[in-house]
Structure formats: structure tokens, C-alpha cells
């Protein structure tokens, strides 16, 4: 009995070591805000958000959670996000699952629901009062507002929810979980180069490239478990199938008359193996007797998947991969400046329709052939944009204290390439300022194109980061020191003419008096309630979004 209750008293010191943890400190607070952990089904993080399944979304008290100083902004799309910020989310996801679970344990065992729970319990037993009273308070100053905001995000996640773009959201769910992976490994490699080129710590740099080499020659394998995992399979079965690619005694097999070469096929023949290992595992399981089916099912899966692979898949895939690099060479260097625009304009409309995780692949195809992939970079220049257009919306609503406050929290962000705040919290819900950001991004990106197309390419050895914080990552034809130039020329471009076009053109007179005349009288209907949490003052502009609501959900 004496040991029971000293391990109880450890379990509660532990549990408030654990509660003094600014982290966790997060996580509570955003715990019943949500729903309470009865309403969250799953828990995911990306670089910058945490990604819930929510049971149901009506639970959900929206303004309260964006006004939080921690959280920078939503997205609702098949899950609901949460934008932390790069570091953080990392940090506070854990916290919050554990609180998500302490809350299970809690219903499970009510007799320890105050020791085990205790603040996770509290949100759950106290958040429908407390959503009731918000949205209350909320609909009585912002029904129209709120209307709004709810039939635009209604018609993104319908038009995001087509079959192509479900499925190009479960390739990026294979890609993202190894985008820490690449970045710590890029940035070792940038660091390996840097001593290689001065000469600096001859004995240590071996060690370097190994550290950064070696999960990139094993990456086809970590897309293999991944990819299984994803589409139901068991997911060693997927990494023993893409596994094939990477072994070096592929170079003794012949396929269509040629030789294989290790890696060839790289992480698309990796997906495709993983993919029909999972197929004929699914197929074997219905068929095959459940006596022999631990040694049957493995066998016949991994077999099959491999046979395909070393004279199928490897062969085509590689021709493909081949070809991803060919393209954005071709296009790079003859489309040069215009096509760098078009890439560095579109990209923001792309995000909006669902489209970019289709590009997820193939930087990690590029980075897999030639060690970085040349389309980020130029790319990254979107986020440029909508920083130099948030600084001119800051200086033209002079008077309008919401949606400045809301730019000053978001710009440090914004500057490290987090842009979720500004698009969604300022220059969105404006319209016409977000095409005038696009616009930013189509200037940085012909710069950096322009110089492509004269003989300097710009890359990056990871995907994920963008804005000043790809900058470690920054890796090309030429020195780091011209690369890091270029790459920073084409920033000092996608701010100026975000802002020169977002300053002259992103408001008409009437927006501009609407706005400012609003946020003066402090008594206009519809920015009122925005007017109250600092960051969901990107719905301040809400008499603006008639004009720009268009485009808003078009975007979508």
C-alpha cells in the first residue's frame, strides 16, 4: 500500500512538473477550445500546424482560439490546423496528445480523474457551456460575418474534396513526415560543404557527409513504410518492397535490355512498390487461410512487389524521374524570368486550390538526383510577396488597429516563411491585396529565374522551409556566397513589388474609407467582433469581402 501511494504522489508531482511547461501551458488552452478531448479523434503535426480530427466541428469556438497569443491562425481542410509555427508545434503536439490521453484515462478510471486529468478534464467537463456562451456572444454582433466565413470555408473544403485531390493529400501525407529529416540532413550538408570548401576540419568532414548522405540513400525505403502505412498496409512489407531500389546487387539485373542502377526509380519507384505491396497484401488476406497466413501473405507480397519492381517499375519510374529533372531544367533555363513569374504568381492560387502537394514529390524526385531541387526557392517567393503587401495594407489602414495588430504578430513569422497569418488572418479575407501578393511572388520569382537562365541556379537541399529560414538550406551550381545573393535578391524583389502593388493597387477608395472609417468609429456592425481578438483580425476587412469573398472562395 505504501508503494501505491508513493508512486501516486510521483505521478502527480510529475503531472505538475509537466503543467508548468509553457508548452503544455499551450495545450490546455487550446484543448476545450476545440471541443474537449472527447471531440478530437486524431492528432497530427506538420512543420508548422497541428492537424485534428474533430468528431464534431460545431464544437469548435473559432474567434476564442485564433485570439490565443500562441496560436497564429487556422485552416480548416480535412483536418482542422492549427498554425503554431515551425519549433513550436513540434512541441506543443505532444503535449497536447498526452493531454488527449490523460482525458481517456480520466473517463476510464473516474475515481483518478482529478490527479490524472486535471486541467485536460476540466476543458472537457466545462467547454459546451463555454462554447454556447461564445457563440452567443459572437452571433450577436457578427451573425452576417459569421455566415460568411463559414459558407466560404463550406465551399473550399467541397472543392478541395474531389477524388484527385484527396488522393494527391495522401502522397503528401507520405512525404511530409520526412521533411525533418531532410532539412536536418540538408543543413548538415550545407555545413560539410561550407568546411570542405575553406579547408576547415579535414577530419571531421567524412563524418559529415555520412551523417547527411546517409538518409538520403535510404530515403526510397523510408517512402515505402510510409506509403504502406498510408493506404492501410503493413509497412514493413512497403519498405522491404522499395527497399529493392537501394540495394546495391540491382546493378546484376536486366530490365528492357539495360542494366539496373542502384537508386534508379528513386522515390517514385519506392511509392509505386510500396503501393502494389499493399494491394497484394490486402488481396492475399482475403484469400489466403488464416493458419498459414503469417508466412503466406509476406511472402507472396514481398515477391511479387519485388519482381514487379526490379523489371517494371524501376525501369519506368527512373525514366520518369529522369524526365521531372529534364523538365525543370528545359523550363528553367529557356522560360528563365517568365517562367520564375508565373511560378512565383501561381503559387499562392495553387495552395488554395489543394494543387501544391502534387509538387511535393517531385522536389523530393530533385533532390534525390541532384541534391536539391531548383523550384522551391523560386517558389518560397510567394511568401515574399505577401510580407511586402502586408507592410503596405499596415501603412494604408492607418486607423485600423485590428488588422495592424494582426500584422505586427504576424510578420516575424511571415519574414521566416510561415504565411499562414498573413494569407488567411489578412490578405484573403481582403481579395484584391492577395492577387497584388501573388503579384510580389511573380517578381521575386523572375529574378531568381532570370538568373537561372544566365548560368547560376539557386536550390534547396529540403523542402519545408521557406523565406529567410531556407537560407541554411541553400545550395547550387556556383558558391554559397553568389547563391545566397541571388536567393536574397529575389526576397528584396518580392517585397518591393508587394508592396508598390499591393500600395497603389489592393484597395479602392471605397474599401480604403470602409475600412478606416470603420475601425474609427468603432461601431461598425461587421469588423466589430474581429476587432476583439487580435488574431482574427484578418476578418476585420469584413465589408470589404463582399468584392473580395469572390475570389476568396473562386481561390479555394
Not at 15 to 39: F, T
Not at 121 to 139: C, L, M, N, R, V
Not at 214 to 241: H, K, Q
Request: proline share 6%; glycine share 14%; net charge neutral.
Amino acid at each position: 500500500m505504501s508503494t501505491d501511494n508513493t508512486d501516486n504522489t510521483d505521478s502527480s508531482k510529475d503531472r505538475a512538473d509537466r503543467g508548468g511547461d509553457p508548452n503544455r501551458r499551450i495545450a490546455e488552452a487550446i484543448l476545450p477550445l476545440v471541443g474537449g478531448a472527447a471531440n478530437v479523434t486524431s492528432v497530427t503535426h506538420c512543420m508548422t500546424r497541428m492537424r485534428l480530427g474533430l468528431a464534431d466541428r460545431s464544437l469548435v469556438q473559432d474567434e476564442p482560439l485564433k485570439a490565443l497569443p500562441d496560436v497564429l491562425g487556422v485552416v480548416e481542410d480535412d483536418t482542422y490546423q492549427i498554425v503554431l509555427g515551425p519549433g513550436k508545434v513540434a512541441r506543443v503536439t505532444p503535449q497536447f496528445e498526452a493531454l488527449t490521453q490523460e482525458a481517456a484515462e480520466a473517463e476510464a478510471q473516474p475515481a483518478a480523474a482529478t490527479a490524472a486529468a486535471g486541467g485536460a478534464t476540466k476543458g472537457t467537463d466545462g467547454e459546451p457551456a463555454a462554447g454556447t456562451a461564445g457563440s452567443a456572444t459572437t452571433a450577436k454582433t457578427a451573425d452576417e460575418l459569421a455566415a460568411e466565413g463559414a459558407a466560404i470555408r463550406a465551399a473550399r473544403k467541397q472543392k478541395n474534396a474531389t477524388p484527385v485531390k484527396l488522393m494527391l493529400r495522401r502522397i503528401a501525407n507520405i512525404f511530409v513526415p520526412l521533411i525533418p529529416a531532410l532539412i536536418g540532413c540538408g543543413i548538415v550538408a550545407g555545413l560539410n560543404g561550407l568546411f570542405t570548401n575553406a579547408g576547415w576540419l579535414p577530419a571531421l568532414t567524412p563524418a559529415l557527409t555520412a551523417i547527411a548522405s546517409g538518409f538520403m540513400s535510404l530515403i526510397a525505403v523510408f517512402v515505402g513504410i510510409n506509403t504502406a502505412r498510408e493506404f492501410g498496409g503493413t509497412p514493413v512489407l512497403g519498405g522491404a518492397a522499395a527497399a529493392v531500389i537501394v540495394f546495391p546487387g540491382v546493378a546484376d539485373v536486366s530490365a528492357f535490355g539495360e542494366k539496373l542502377a542502384p537508386g534508379q526509380g528513386g522515390v517514385l519507384g519506392a511509392l509505386f512498390a510500396a503501393l502494389l505491396a499493399v494491394y497484394v497484401e490486402k488481396g492475399c488476406r482475403r484469400v489466403v487461410p488464416s493458419a498459414v497466413d503469417v508466412l503466406v501473405t509476406p511472402t507472396v507480397t514481398v515477391l511479387v512487389a519485388g519482381l514487379v519492381t526490379l523489371f517494371g517499375l524501376m525501369f519506368v519510374c527512373g525514366e520518369i524521374a529522369t524526365g521531372i529533372g529534364h523538365l525543370a531544367d528545359w523550363l528553367l533555363q529557356h522560360g528563365g524570368a517568365a517562367a520564375g513569374f508565373l511560378l512565383g504568381g501561381l503559387f499562392l492560387p495553387l495552395v488554395m486550390l489543394g494543387l501544391h502537394q502534387a509538387l511535393i514529390p517531385i522536389h523530393t524526385t530533385l533532390i534525390d538526383q541532384s541534391g536539391y531541387t531548383v523550384l522551391l526557392p523560386i517558389l518560397a517567393m510567394a511568401g515574399a510577396g505577401q510580407v511586402g503587401a502586408a507592410i503596405a495594407i499596415y501603412l494604408r489602414l492607418r486607423r485600423n488597429t485590428s488588422i495592424r495588430k494582426t500584422i505586427r504578430s504576424a510578420l516575424p513569422a511571415g519574414f521566416l516563411g510561415v504565411g499562414e497569418p498573413l494569407i488567411y488572418g489578412v490578405s484573403l479575407p481582403l481579395g484584391r491585396p492577395f492577387v497584388t501578393a501573388c503579384v510580389g511572388g511573380a517578381f521575386g520569382g523572375g529574378v531568381v529565374g532570370l538568373f537561372y537562365q544566365l548560368g547560376t541556379s539557386v536550390g534547396s537541399t529540403a523542402i519545408g522551409p521557406s523565406g529567410w529560414a531556407l537560407f541554411p538550406l541553400l545550395k547550387g551550381n556556383h558558391g554559397l556566397g553568389a547563391i545566397a545573393a541571388i536567393y536574397a535578391l529575389g526576397l528584396a524583389a518580392g517585397y518591393v513589388a508587394g508592396f508598390v502593388a499591393t500600395y497603389f493597387f489592393g484597395f479602392s477608395k471605397q474599401m480604403l474609407n470602409e475600412l478606416n472609417a470603420a475601425a474609427q468609429d468603432g461601431a461598425a456592425t461587421e469588423p466589430q467582433p474581429s476587432a476583439q481578438p487580435p488574431a482574427s483580425g484578418g476578418t476585420d476587412p469584413a465589408p470589404a469581402p463582399a468584392p473580395a469573398g469572390g475570389p476568396g472562395g473562386t481561390l479555394a
